[in-house]
C-alpha cells in the first residue's frame, strides 16, 4: 500500500506570493492533517480534515488555508507569503479521526521563502 | 493535552537496549501515551502507544509505570538506522481530531 504522498518535495518562493501544497493520504484513509516544522517552533499542529470537513485548527493566522476532496486528498494554501513561513511542512493521514488513530506522515514539503 | 518532559538527548551503543524516559506527571486518566520517532529530513513515524498496560511490537515496547506518571520506550536492540528524535506525546481520546501535541523530544544517536 502506498504512503503519503507530498507535492512537490521542494518549493521556493518569494515574500508576498502563495503557494498550494497538496497531499495524497493511504488508500481508505479519512483524516488528513498538516503540521508545520521549523527550526524555532518544532512540530506544529495547523489543521486537520474529516469527510472534507475541518474538524481541528491550531493557532496560525487566516493566511493559511486548507481543503478536502471528496476523494480524501488534501491541500493547504498560504497567501502573502511571509519570511517566516520557511518550513517542512507536514501531511498525516488516519483511518479515522479519533484519539486511537496513529498518524502516517509524509516526507513534507519544503518551502523557503525570499 | 498533557505536558511530557524528555531528556533532550541521549547515547547509545549499536546492539544495546535504548532506554528513553518521558515524564507526564499531569496525565490524565483518559490521555494515551504515544511515541514518535522523526529521521533527518523525513515524516515522525509512528512507533508505540498505551494507555495502561505495558505494550510490545516489532519495533519497541512501552513500559508504563502503574501510577502513569511517567514511561520507558525500549528498543531492544539498536541499530545505526534508529538515530532519531523520539516524541513523547499524551494525547485526549476523543471522538474527534487527530491534533498531535509534539515536545522537543529525545535526539538519539546510536554510536557503532
Known amino acids: 500500500k502506498a504512503g503519503v504522498t507530498q507535492t512537490p518535495r521542494y518549493l521556493i518562493k518569494t515574500r508576498g506570493q502563495q503557494v498550494t501544497l497538496s497531499c495524497s493520504p493511504i488508500s481508505g484513509h479519512r483524516s488528513v492533517s498538516w503540521y508545520q516544522q521549523t527550526p524555532g517552533q518544532g512540530l506544529q499542529f495547523l489543521f486537520e480534515?474529516?469527510?472534507?470537513?475541518?474538524?481541528n485548527k491550531g493557532n496560525f493566522p487566516g493566511r493559511f488555508s486548507g481543503r478536502q476532496f471528496s476523494n480524501s486528498r488534501s491541500e493547504m494554501n498560504v497567501s502573502t507569503l511571509e519570511l517566516g513561513d520557511s518550513a517542512l511542512y507536514l501531511c498525516a493521514s488516519s483511518l479515522l479521526a479519533g484519539g486511537d488513530e496513529k498518524l502516517f506522515f509524509g516526507s513534507g514539503t519544503q518551502l523557503s521563502v525570499l | 493535552d498533557a505536558k511530557t518532559t524528555q531528556p533532550p538527548s541521549m547515547d547509545c551503543a549499536e546492539g544495546r537496549a535504548a532506554n528513553l524516559p518521558c515524564n507526564h506527571s499531569t496525565i490524565s486518566g483518559n490521555e494515551y501515551v504515544y511515541w514518535y520517532r522523526q529521521i533527518h529530513s523525513q515524516g515522525p513515524q509512528y512507533i508505540i502507544h498505551g494507555l495502561k498496560n505495558n505494550e510490545t511490537n516489532e519495533m519497541a515496547s512501552l513500559i508504563i509505570t502503574e501510577d502513569r506518571k511517567s514511561s520507558t520506550l525500549i528498543l531492544p536492540h539498536a541499530t545505526l538506522r534508529d538515530t532519531a528524535v523520539y516524541y513523547c506525546i499524551v494525547r485526549v481520546q476523543r471522538t474527534s481530531g487527530s491534533r498531535l501535541t509534539f515536545g522537543e523530544g529525545t535526539q538519539l544517536t546510536v554510536n557503532p
Open positions: 480534515y474529516f469527510s472534507e470537513t475541518q474538524r
